[in-house]
């Protein structure tokens, strides 16, 4: 993997994935592996991060602001394009089920979870076609390009036993779909 691009990377699981990287990058001497780090700010321990990794301001859900990160990636991988996007930025708010979780809850999570994944994920997809296109000898991996959008068991419609943080459940069951969509 050439470069990797995390959103939400300012705490929990996108701070940890980075880590993972850097850690990985400390270990590969033959190939570094461009770390790219999202997040409407950044917090502490990414700070820590810096000179291993390029962190740039991304508020998911503004399409400007998706633009702006992208051009700004293209110049951080050049023409080699961006092998991988790891789409991790989300809210849960702990409502209180179904009769618990108001409109403007629903409507903040799912422009969160599934519009700003639609965002970046488009704004980001002409670095990653470039990336496939330098790849095509590779078969299809990480190495040449992908996408991965973070969902959770509790967006399984299958598995719903309660309906605790409603708005959450919903929005990832609503970006299981989109990833489906996007790999057709």
């Known amino acids: 993997i050439?470069?990797?691009l995390v959103t939400g990377s300012n705490r929990g699981i996108g701070?940890?994935?980075?880590?993972?990287?850097?850690?990985?990058n400390e270990h590969n001497l033959n190939q570094k592996t461009k770390i790219i780090s999202c997040a409407r700010n950044m917090s502490p321990e990414l700070e820590e991060l810096s000179g291993k990794v390029h962190h740039?301001?991304?508020e998911i859900t503004d399409l400007q602001s998706a633009k702006a990160a992208a051009e700004e990636v293209s110049s951080i991988v050049g023409s080699g394009g961006l092998n991988?996007?790891?789409n991790n930025a989300a809210i849960m708010k702990h409502g209180k089920g179904v009769l618990g979780c108001s409109d403007q809850e629903l409507t903040d999570t799912l422009q969160v979870n599934v519009v700003g994944q639609h965002i970046v994920t488009n704004s980001f997809y002409p670095l990653l076609k470039q990336a496939a296109e330098c790849n095509s000898h590779i078969p299809i991996s990480c190495a040449r390009a992908a996408i991965f959008n973070i969902s959770s068991e509790l967006g399984s419609i299958q598995n719903t036993s309660n309906s605790f943080t409603t708005?959450?459940?919903?929005?990832?069951?609503a970006l299981n779909m989109l990833t489906k969509c996007q790999a057709s």
């Open 84 to 86: 991988l996007l790891i």
């Open 167 to 173: 708005a959450y459940r919903v929005s990832k069951a």
């Open 2 to 4: 050439q470069s990797v």
């Open 15 to 24: 701070l940890e994935l980075v880590k993972l990287f850097v850690k990985r």
């Open 56 to 58: 740039i301001n991304l």
